[in-house]
């Protein structure tokens, strides 16, 4: 893919609605070599291409997940993938994750997350092949809840999720009150 013009890459993050959401997320602040502010992932069109491709890869995750498509779910995952899920115990290689979550995926629905917020961090240079990703979503039975994770891209370009951790999101004036839900936790002996 060829260089994309500096005005031709804002007019393209503009019209995506790229730059109002990604406006948080940081980036150059010299604005003689970065007029338009962009965030420094957004620089090169690599970057840009690797953004929307991990934006894609984490809508179509948690479609296949809605859709009860197993293999799809799985097949979005690199073969290392550690999921966290929001047990204390859930700490789940990719294998162990496939023998958990096989009976949930019945072609109908596993389980629904859908994306309200999400922020994605291309790794560095002008031919990334990490990004880091955190996103809100919201979930019918938990509410909102919050996924984190770094996706890597693999050969012939493909992106996948390499690490994924779901927690829920606990309010500060109402952790008190899930700490007393969750009851004494006796300290963990030191290794």
Known sequence: ??????????????????????????????????????????????????????????????????????????????????????????????????AFARPHFDGVEAWTYEALERHVIVGPGDDPSVAWFDEVLWNEKYGRCRGTGVARRGDGGAWRIAHYSLSFLVPNDKAGSVMDAIGPQPRPAAD
Not at 9 to 28: D, F, H, N
Not at 59 to 77: E, L, P, Q, V
């Open 1 to 98: 893919m060829g260089r994309v013009r500096r005005a031709g890459r804002a007019a393209l993050l503009a019209s995506a609605g790229v730059l109002s959401a990604c406006a948080s997320e940081g980036g150059s602040r010299d604005t003689r070599a970065n007029p338009l502010g962009l965030p420094d992932h957004f620089r090169s069109a690599e970057s840009l291409t690797a953004h929307g491709m991990v934006t894609v890869l984490l809508s179509m995750w948690h479609d296949a997940a809605a859709r009860g498509d197993f293999d799809a779910y799985f097949s979005k995952m690199t073969p290392d993938a550690v999921f966290l899920g929001t047990d204390p115990g859930e700490r789940w290689s990719r294998a162990d994750f496939e």
